[in-house]
């Protein structure tokens, strides 16, 4: 989560910056930093996103692990061994769909943030 929040934010202060320096050379100035602050904001908002959701679901899958062991169900815990097993050779059925769907609500979320940013950016721009 942490690698993930710094890579954003160093983009956050990277993509303006490099907006301002392109601006030099641009007929629009102000439109050339409003774009490199739009993909200094999508990428603060992927990587914050995208990293409190790949914690959180370590987080609730190690909670799942524990509850699991408490439960001293032995049947369960094999049921369990063998679906861990299965899904490292890439064989369970159903757990990459999941997989897929969790990277889906990511990139929706991101693409959601995306859109608002460049709403904003666009209204401002047009105003100015």
Not at 11 to 25: F, K, S, T, Y
Not at 100 to 115: K, P
Request: hydrophobic share 45%; aromatic share 4%; no cysteine.
């Amino acid at each position: 989560l942490a690698r993930s929040i710094q890579q954003g934010l160093e983009d956050a202060v990277r993509e303006p910056i490099q907006g301002l320096l392109n601006a030099r050379d641009a007929d629009e100035p102000l439109e050339a930093f409003a774009v490199g602050f739009e993909r200094g904001a999508r990428s603060l908002a992927k990587h914050a996103v995208g990293g409190t959701a790949g914690s959180l679901a370590q987080i609730t899958g190690n909670i799942s692990r524990a509850a699991s062991h408490l439960a001293l169900d032995d049947a369960y815990l094999a049921a369990q061994r063998a679906k861990d097993d299965a899904r490292r050779d890439g064989d369970a059925a159903g757990l990459n769909d999941a997989r897929e769907e969790d990277i889906a609500a990511v990139d929706g979320l991101a693409s959601g943030f995306d859109s608002f940013v460049g709403g904003i950016v666009d209204g401002v721009t047009t105003l100015v």
